[in-house]
């Protein structure tokens, strides 16, 4: 079975931190995307990658930046947090694929920033 | 870039056909439609995934319409750990980088006993 793990299940940070959410993958999968869900929001990209070293923005990437060194891991990096970045964050990974390329998803990290 | 509208919300008799509608009136013709649901505190699973024809397996069946402009999942026999969100998401390809998927807000389907 496909596993994508993320570091942590729950996190409190203060505002201004520096914030590391980690996202590793155990199947290859050259794509790799972080989301972020807020009630009545849905799920929005924030950034995704297709290869190592490689990086797209996706539909709000303001205040985060990301960092693919190995194909397996994919890091979302909170520079200063803020209390609007206060949500529950996605990790996944998928085949890039023309046909296909169902994504699977992590468990999650509900973040709060105070 | 094509986007999904879907009721917010939807009940169900435990053990009748769940019919879920969503519509894509803008999807272009390389498009796919896929469908995942989310179950309270775990992340989106994946439920099924058509271009063009009617696709079934072992947890859903998706009917597109010919004209692609909307699609319906259908849960056969409805039970309660069915009960979650469901997403219908337009995949779109991009020849450089891969696929991108818009998820919209879903539809909150309540399996009643």
């Known amino acids: 079975d496909v596993k994508v793990t993320q570091s942590s299940r729950y996190l409190v940070k203060r505002t201004g931190e520096k914030v590391f959410l980690e996202c590793v993958q155990d199947?290859?999968?050259?794509?790799m995307f972080w989301y972020r869900q807020d009630p009545g929001l849905g799920l929005r990209l924030i950034y995704f990658?297709?290869?190592?070293?490689?990086?797209e923005k996706g539909d709000i990437p303001e205040g985060y930046s990301v960092s693919r060194e190995k194909k397996e891991r994919f890091s979302l990096i909170l520079e200063s947090a803020s209390t609007n970045q206060t949500s529950m964050y996605l990790c996944?990974?998928?085949?890039?694929?023309?046909?296909?390329?169902?994504?699977?998803f992590g468990p999650g990290t509900r973040l709060t920033v105070l | 870039d094509a986007k999904t509208t879907q009721p917010p919300s939807m009940d169900c008799a435990e053990g009748r056909a769940a019919n879920l509608p969503c519509n894509h009136s803008?999807?272009?013709?390389?498009?796919?439609v896929y469908w995942y649901r989310q179950i309270h505190s775990q992340g989106p699973q994946y439920i099924i995934h058509?271009?063009?024809n009617n696709e079934t397996n072992e947890m859903a069946s998706l009917i597109i319409t010919e004209d692609r402009k909307s699609s319906t999942l259908i849960l056969p026999h409805a039970t309660l750990r069915d009960t979650a969100v469901y997403y219908c998401?337009?995949?779109?390809?991009?020849?450089?980088?891969?696929?991108?998927?818009?998820f919209g807000t879903g539809t909150s389907l309540t399996v009643i006993p």
């Open positions: 058509g271009l063009k």
């Open positions: 199947m290859d999968h050259e794509n």
């Open positions: 803008t999807i272009s013709g390389n498009e796919y």
């Open positions: 990658s297709y290869d190592v070293k490689m990086k």
């Open positions: 996944a990974s998928s085949y890039w694929a023309s046909g296909g390329g169902e994504q699977f």
């Open positions: 998401i337009v995949r779109v390809l991009n020849p450089n980088t891969g696929n991108q998927f818009y």
